[in-house]
Structure formats: structure tokens, C-alpha cells
């Protein structure tokens, strides 16, 4: 399957000078103490919650912050009239209400011409009615409607056991850690402080007050939809009559749930909205601002603030230990004098940022599984993910392999351990929990936006059987990577693509997996692998880029939806395609020139376009660090195979 085709092959020599540029400026966002992290930027709602909340909680107005938020906003709005979820996506109802209600609190007049359009497009769209359960608690919060228009989630679920068919154990970290501080709210029924009195009833077509429960979302069965929304009316009638003392009980352990987690000014989850639940809920109990858990924790909301000079944005959270792993393993790839020692120190960083001695919620459902997770962000000790922790052993096999070192030997191991023991029963691995397969949970009507849980999926899968086929294993002699192989197989698309959860989309997927295979030792003529190898090629645009459109993840599947090229989905597809040993493929040559064609003075890559995802078809995110470190990564790969005899892949990713 090989075509080495030498008239289209780009001389490895003639990458040097692109290699050695783009090494240059990465080194350049280098932290003083080894390690890296990009701006994380998702899409208007963060930055627009952010400035509904310094309103709800009546704080002193910041007039220069709010202007430039306000110059985001405004800079980001579609042509539409509202606003989308990525950089040129279609309107989305729930971000143009947030970032309307934003703008009009920090002081635009409804009557300029980008208010008008805004409203004219939630309008055209069936006017704020439309808005999800989210958006819906927040405008409840502000008196814009009434509790009724969200679903009842009562606080005493804290007391259900296990066994119950809702219990917060069963849904996903991010889902959890949102939802028990906004129960109490929800119990408590706060209203926002407010101090100017803006309201919304403009983008409505009816009176706001009058509006009722959220209709059924697309991803939601009408069998399982109608049976939680029955329910959901019988707790609205019997909420007033829960015992209070049972509610009192209730609310106590949500609040121990919280400040047994609170994460100093990392935060709740280390994410933005459990973090401003947490604030609005202490604020709802009468605790002061300096009310050292509040307080802490609303340092932490603007510890996510990224202030500009001309704008400011709000990001949902931070990113340094995937940061820091991803360029290692680009710097290893490029090598050079300068570049290792880097890698080696950035390595060093993240030792001793890994969970050795606290068991997170995941262990409810692994609780034989000692810890040895890394988290995403600085400090996330109750939520490890597997991605990172996949990501990180395999940097730091690379540096032993090597430096023949054994400084690294533990932390290896207890890595490894920790995978192993979270692996589903599905023979899949998923991001932060074992065993998420509660999916009825996702026709709940609080679950409009389906993303209640976190499941398996085949990029996480691919990481986690990369790094163990690295450590040397193989499916005859590790059960576990033989489930997981599995698991891929049966997960494989007809046209020979692999969905990606976590990145957009079927090329992040496809690049995951095959670097898997090849890992773990299947044949480059395996027809699981030529017929991704076939996929890939097919779908490279005409100027040797790839590029893929976050409508991809559409629920009526149809497959990979093209984009003009970016620099970062351009590398996994070269990626994936050497990985399956097309080195020599006109395809890579191709997407080669594209990468070396498109590199700027700088020595980096331009890349505006979201190519990461928070959740499919509701919130998506641009990593500032994939287009410098993934084009570098490619370019250096493909010199390190062309100057080699073997031409083969040697470690996971």
C-alpha cells in the first residue's frame, strides 16, 4: 500500500529551516518553571456569563474590563445577527441570548444597529422562548422568567442511593459538579441583585412569564422524554410538600460535596460554570464576598480572564498539563540541542502534578484502582482524566527511552495502573469515569444538551491502547488492549473513519486510532487500516490541507463535513496517514507543502478556526497551542521517517 512516490516527496533537508523556526517561537511561550499553556477559547457564552455574574452578584462596575468584553462580543457576532458557537457557524439561540443580554447590561443601547440584528435573528428563530436549560436557570435567576421554565431538580437527589436510577454518580464529572451547586439554587430560587433592573422581555414573542418547560431535544426519544417529563411534573407538585428537615439534610450535603472539592482558585471542577455556580449559591445563602470559600473561588473566575489590550474574553477553563504534554512530545519529535532539555523540564513540570493520593469520584465505580491520573488543568485533583494521563506517560516513555533513565519509572507505572484499572466494560476507555453508561439519563429534560455523560469514545480508547502498546504490551499478552482493539474494530465508520469526541472530528479520530494500530502492532495491510488510509486521502482538500466543520457531529450522521483547511487537523492527518506507514504517499507530500507553505514569518501557524470540542453540538473550543505545536510535531515526523531506513512509527503517537 506504500507509494513512495520520490518526484512528489518533499527533501527532508529543505524542512529544516521550518522545523527549526516553528521550534524557536514555541520555546517561546515557555513559563519560567518549564511548562506551557495557551489561551483556551470557547465561544461568547463564557465571556458573557462572566459579566452576567459581576451583575447578578451587584459587584462594583469595571468599566475597562467590560469594554473590552463588550468589544469581543460585539467583534464576534455573526452575520447573521446573532451569534454561533464557532468562527463562522450558524446562529445558535442560547449564545446570541447570553451575549445580547451582556452587551445590554454592560450599557449598549437596544436600538444600535448590532443590537437590532441580534434581536431580529433570536427573532427569526422563534424568539428567547427557544433558549436552553442553561440559559433558562440563568434568566429565571434574573426574574426574565419564572422557575417554571426550567425543570424541577430537587436537591434531595444528594440523598439518593446508589441504586436509584438518577444519582449524581452516575452522570458525568462535568455534569456533577455543575448541577449540585445549581440544585441548591434551584431550591433556594435566588434572585439576582441587578442593580441596573435589565431585563429581555425584547427577545421574546410572548410574555416571558407565561413560558413553560423546555420542549423535547433532537437527541431525546419521545418514549423516555414523555416518561421523565411526567415525572418531572409530579416533583413540581410534590416539591413543596418534601419534609423540610429533608431538605435542610439535603442542601448540607450538597454543600459538603462542594467544599470537599473546592479546589482553591482552580475551582470547582476546575471549570467556569460549576465555579460560578458555586459563587451564586453562596451568594444565595447570605455568605459576604470575603467569605473565604466564596472568595477563593471567585479569584479563581477571573484567574480565567485573558485581558488584551483593545479586548478581554472569559475562557472556560485552563489548560496546562495537555498543553505542556503535547509540546514535549513535539519538542522529543523535533529534537536539537535546545528543544530536548526543554521537553525534559517541561517533563519535570508535570511529574510531580500527578494524583497519587486521593481517590476522585471515579472511584466510586473502580474502587480496587489506586490513583496516578493527571488532570487537565493546574489543579484538578478529584478529576483526573485519561487523555492527559495517556498523553503524559507516553511523553515521558520517550525521554527514558532516550536518556535510558529511570527517574520517570514510577510515575510511568502508576500511570499505566490507573488506565488499566478504568478501562468499561465495553472495552472502551472514556475521559474521566468508568462504567458512564447510564445513556437513558440523557432524555432527562434537564439533558437538552445531551451531554450528561461521559462514555467511552474512540479517541480516548486510542490514546489509552497507544500508551500501553508503547509500555510494550500487546493483544496476546494484555487483555486489556485486546478489548480495547476490539472495541475499535467495532467502532470503525462504514467509509473507514473513527469519531472524535474530543477533537473536530473524524480526521482527530481517525489520526487517534491509527496511531493506536500501528502501536500495538496491527498490519498496515489490515483492511481496518487501508481503509482509513483511503478515507484520509480522500478527504484532503485540493490545497493538500484538511480541514473539517464542527457540523460534523450532526445526529443524522453523514459523515465528515469539509472546511477549509487548518493547520492543526492538517498535521493529524498526516499524522494518522504515517502512522499507517504512508510516508512516502503523494497525500503527505502534499499536506507537507501545505504545512511548510502556510507557516508564517513567526515561524507559527494562523489558525482561527475551532478545531476542538467541549461537548458535540453545543460547545466547541479553539486551543491557541494546536496550530504551534501539531504542524511541528508533522513537519519533524515526516523529516525523522524520511531520513530513516525503517520508515516506521515507533511509539503511540
Same mark, same amino acid.
Given at each position: 500500500?506504500?507509494?513512495?512516490?520520490?518526484?512528489?516527496?518533499?527533501?527532508?533537508?529543505?524542512?529544516?529551516?521550518?522545523?527549526?523556526?516553528?521550534?524557536?517561537?514555541?520555546?517561546?511561550?515557555?513559563?519560567?518553571?518549564?511548562?506551557?499553556?495557551?489561551?483556551?477559547?470557547?465561544?461568547?457564552?463564557?465571556?458573557?456569563?462572566?459579566?452576567?455574574?459581576?451583575?447578578?452578584?451587584?459587584?462594583?462596575?469595571?468599566?475597562?474590563?467590560?469594554?473590552?468584553?463588550?468589544?469581543?462580543?460585539?467583534?464576534?457576532?455573526?452575520?447573521?445577527?446573532?451569534?454561533?458557537?464557532?468562527?463562522?457557524?450558524?446562529?445558535?439561540?442560547?449564545?446570541?441570548?447570553?451575549?445580547?443580554?451582556?452587551?445590554?447590561?454592560?450599557?449598549?443601547?437596544?436600538?444600535?444597529?448590532?443590537?437590532?440584528?441580534?434581536?431580529?435573528?433570536?427573532?427569526?428563530?422563534?424568539?428567547?422562548?427557544?433558549?436552553?436549560?442553561?440559559?433558562?436557570?440563568?434568566?429565571?435567576?434574573?426574574?426574565?422568567?419564572?422557575?417554571?421554565?426550567?425543570?424541577?431538580?430537587?436537591?434531595?437527589?444528594?440523598?439518593?442511593?446508589?441504586?436509584?436510577?438518577?444519582?449524581?454518580?452516575?452522570?458525568?464529572?462535568?455534569?456533577?459538579?455543575?448541577?449540585?451547586?445549581?440544585?441548591?439554587?434551584?431550591?433556594?430560587?435566588?434572585?439576582?441583585?441587578?442593580?441596573?433592573?435589565?431585563?429581555?422581555?425584547?427577545?421574546?414573542?410572548?410574555?416571558?412569564?407565561?413560558?413553560?418547560?423546555?420542549?423535547?431535544?433532537?437527541?431525546?426519544?419521545?418514549?423516555?422524554?414523555?416518561?421523565?417529563?411526567?415525572?418531572?411534573?409530579?416533583?413540581?407538585?410534590?416539591?413543596?410538600?418534601?419534609?423540610?428537615?429533608?431538605?435542610?439534610?439535603?442542601?448540607?450535603?450538597?454543600?459538603?460535596?462542594?467544599?470537599?472539592?473546592?479546589?482553591?482558585?482552580?475551582?470547582?471542577?476546575?471549570?467556569?460554570?460549576?465555579?460560578?455556580?458555586?459563587?451564586?449559591?453562596?451568594?444565595?445563602?447570605?455568605?459576604?464576598?470575603?467569605?473565604?470559600?466564596?472568595?477563593?473561588?471567585?479569584?479563581?473566575?477571573?484567574?480565567?480572564?485573558?485581558?488584551?489590550?483593545?479586548?478581554?474574553?472569559?475562557?472556560?477553563?485552563?489548560?496546562?498539563?495537555?498543553?505542556?504534554?503535547?509540546?514535549?512530545?513535539?519538542?522529543?519529535?523535533?529534537?536539537?540541542?535546545?528543544?530536548?532539555?526543554?521537553?525534559?523540564?517541561?517533563?519535570?513540570?508535570?511529574?510531580?502534578?500527578?494524583?497519587?493520593?486521593?481517590?476522585?469520584?471515579?472511584?466510586?465505580?473502580?474502587?480496587?484502582?489506586?490513583?496516578?491520573?493527571?488532570?487537565?488543568?493546574?489543579?484538578?485533583?478529584?478529576?483526573?482524566?485519561?487523555?492527559?494521563?495517556?498523553?503524559?506517560?507516553?511523553?515521558?516513555?520517550?525521554?527514558?527511552?532516550?536518556?535510558?533513565?529511570?527517574?520517570?519509572?514510577?510515575?510511568?507505572?502508576?500511570?499505566?495502573?490507573?488506565?488499566?484499572?478504568?478501562?468499561?466494560?465495553?472495552?472502551?476507555?472514556?475521559?474521566?469515569?468508568?462504567?458512564?453508561?447510564?445513556?437513558?439519563?440523557?432524555?432527562?429534560?434537564?439533558?437538552?444538551?445531551?451531554?450528561?455523560?461521559?462514555?467511552?469514545?474512540?479517541?480516548?480508547?486510542?490514546?489509552?491502547?497507544?500508551?500501553?502498546?508503547?509500555?510494550?504490551?500487546?493483544?496476546?499478552?494484555?487483555? $486489556? %488492549? @485486546? !478489548? #480495547?482493539?476490539?472495541? *475499535?474494530?467495532? =467502532? /470503525?465508520?462504514?467509509? &473507514?473513519? +473513527?469519531?472524535?469526541?474530543?477533537?473536530?472530528?473524524?480526521?482527530?479520530?481517525?489520526?487517534?486510532?491509527?496511531?493506536?494500530?500501528?502501536?500495538?502492532?496491527?498490519?498496515?495491510?489490515?483492511?481496518?487500516?487501508?481503509?482509513?488510509?483511503?478515507?484520509?486521502?480522500?478527504?484532503?482538500?485540493?490545497?493538500?490541507?484538511?480541514?473539517?466543520?464542527?457540523?460534523?457531529?450532526?445526529?443524522?450522521?453523514?459523515?465528515?463535513?469539509?472546511?477549509?483547511?487548518?493547520?492543526?487537523?492538517?498535521?493529524?492527518?498526516?499524522?494518522?496517514?504515517?502512522?499507517?506507514?504512508?510516508?512516502?504517499?503523494? $497525500? %503527505? @507530500? !502534499? #499536506?507537507?507543502?501545505? *504545512?511548510?507553505? =502556510? /507557516?508564517?514569518?513567526? &515561524?507559527? +501557524?494562523?489558525?482561527?478556526?475551532?478545531?476542538?470540542?467541549?461537548?458535540?453540538?453545543?460547545?466547541?473550543?479553539?486551543?491557541?497551542?494546536?496550530?504551534?505545536?501539531?504542524?511541528?510535531?508533522?513537519?519533524?515526523?515526516?523529516?525523522?521517517?524520511?531520513?530513516?531506513?525503517?520508515?516506521?512509527?515507533?511509539?503511540?503517537?
Amino acid at each position: 500500500m506504500q507509494s513512495d512516490n520520490h518526484s512528489m516527496a518533499v527533501d527532508p533537508a529543505a524542512l529544516e529551516p521550518a522545523i527549526a523556526a516553528a521550534t524557536k517561537a514555541l520555546l517561546s511561550y515557555r513559563r519560567g518553571d518549564g511548562h506551557f499553556v495557551f489561551e483556551l477559547e470557547a465561544d461568547c457564552t463564557i465571556p458573557a456569563e462572566y459579566v452576567l455574574l459581576r451583575y447578578y452578584l451587584g459587584e462594583p462596575v469595571d468599566a475597562v474590563l467590560e469594554a473590552k468584553i463588550a468589544n469581543y462580543l460585539r467583534r464576534i457576532q455573526g452575520a447573521h445577527g446573532g451569534w454561533p458557537l464557532v468562527q463562522d457557524g450558524p446562529f445558535e439561540m442560547s449564545a446570541s441570548v447570553k451575549s445580547y443580554f451582556a452587551l445590554k447590561m454592560i450599557g449598549d443601547p437596544i436600538d444600535a444597529p448590532h443590537m437590532v440584528r441580534a434581536r431580529e435573528a433570536v427573532h427569526a428563530h422563534g424568539g428567547a422562548v427557544n433558549s436552553n436549560v442553561f440559559t433558562r436557570f440563568l434568566l429565571a435567576a434574573f426574574g426574565v422568567v419564572t422557575w417554571r421554565a426550567v425543570p424541577v431538580l430537587p436537591v434531595e437527589i444528594m440523598l439518593l442511593p446508589m441504586w436509584s436510577p438518577f444519582h449524581i454518580n452516575k452522570i458525568s464529572y462535568w455534569a456533577r459538579t455543575t448541577i449540585v451547586p445549581l440544585m441548591v439554587l434551584a431550591a433556594l430560587k435566588p434572585r439576582a441583585k441587578n442593580p441596573k433592573g435589565v431585563g429581555l422581555d425584547e427577545l421574546f414573542l410572548q410574555p416571558p412569564h407565561s413560558i413553560g418547560m423546555t420542549a423535547k431535544a433532537p437527541h431525546q426519544s419521545w418514549g423516555w422524554f414523555i416518561l421523565f417529563r411526567a415525572l418531572d411534573g409530579v416533583l413540581r407538585a410534590l416539591e413543596p410538600l418534601f419534609p423540610k428537615k429533608l431538605r435542610e439534610r439535603a442542601i448540607e450535603r450538597a454543600v459538603s460535596f462542594v467544599e470537599e472539592r473546592l479546589n482553591g482558585e482552580d475551582g470547582l471542577g476546575a471549570i467556569f460554570p460549576p465555579m460560578a455556580n458555586t459563587v451564586m449559591m453562596y451568594e444565595a445563602f447570605g455568605r459576604p464576598a470575603d467569605y473565604p470559600p466564596r472568595a477563593v473561588t471567585r479569584r479563581g473566575l477571573d484567574k480565567l480572564l485573558v485581558i488584551g489590550e483593545h479586548e478581554a474574553y472569559c475562557q472556560p477553563c485552563v489548560s496546562p498539563v495537555w498543553d505542556t504534554a503535547l509540546t514535549c512530545h513535539a519538542l522529543i519529535e523535533a529534537g536539537g540541542e535546545d528543544a530536548l532539555p526543554k521537553a525534559r523540564q517541561g517533563l519535570d513540570w508535570l511529574k510531580p502534578k500527578q494524583v497519587l493520593d486521593l481517590k476522585g469520584d471515579w472511584a466510586v465505580k473502580s474502587p480496587n484502582t489506586r490513583p496516578g491520573g493527571w488532570a487537565f488543568q493546574y489543579n484538578n485533583a478529584y478529576y483526573p482524566d485519561l487523555d492527559d494521563t495517556a498523553v503524559v506517560v507516553m511523553a515521558m516513555d520517550r525521554v527514558r527511552r532516550q536518556s535510558a533513565s529511570g527517574e520517570y519509572d514510577t510515575a510511568i507505572a502508576r500511570g499505566r495502573e490507573w488506565i488499566e484499572g478504568m478501562q468499561s466494560r465495553d472495552g472502551g476507555w472514556a475521559a474521566f469515569d468508568i462504567n458512564n453508561l447510564e445513556y437513558y439519563l440523557n432524555n432527562i429534560p434537564f439533558s437538552d444538551h445531551g451531554a450528561l455523560l461521559d462514555p467511552p469514545t474512540e479517541d480516548v480508547t486510542a490514546r489509552c491502547v497507544s500508551m500501553l502498546a508503547q509500555l510494550g504490551e500487546t493483544a496476546e499478552r494484555c487483555q $486489556a %488492549v @485486546a !478489548r #480495547g482493539i476490539e472495541y *475499535l474494530r467495532r =467502532t /470503525q465508520h462504514a467509509e &473507514g473513519s +473513527w469519531y472524535g469526541r474530543w477533537g473536530m472530528n473524524y480526521i482527530y479520530g481517525t489520526w487517534s486510532v491509527l496511531c493506536a494500530l500501528n502501536a500495538v502492532g496491527v498490519s498496515h495491510q489490515d483492511p481496518m487500516i487501508r481503509k482509513a488510509v483511503d478515507w484520509l486521502v480522500s478527504v484532503q482538500n485540493r490545497d493538500g490541507g484538511w480541514g473539517e466543520d464542527a457540523v460534523s457531529y450532526r445526529l443524522d450522521y453523514r459523515g465528515m463535513e469539509a472546511a477549509p483547511s487548518t493547520a492543526s487537523q492538517t498535521a493529524w492527518g498526516l499524522l494518522g496517514l504515517m502512522a499507517a506507514g504512508q510516508v512516502g504517499h503523494p $497525500a %503527505v @507530500a !502534499r #499536506g507537507v507543502r501545505y *504545512l511548510k507553505d =502556510t /507557516q508564517t514569518q513567526n &515561524g507559527l +501557524w494562523d489558525e482561527a478556526r475551532f478545531t476542538a470540542t467541549g461537548f458535540p453540538r453545543v460547545f466547541y473550543l479553539r486551543y491557541h497551542g494546536y496550530s504551534k505545536f501539531f504542524p511541528l510535531w508533522a513537519l519533524a515526523r515526516y523529516r525523522n521517517l524520511r531520513s530513516t531506513n525503517s520508515r516506521v512509527v515507533g511509539v503511540g503517537m
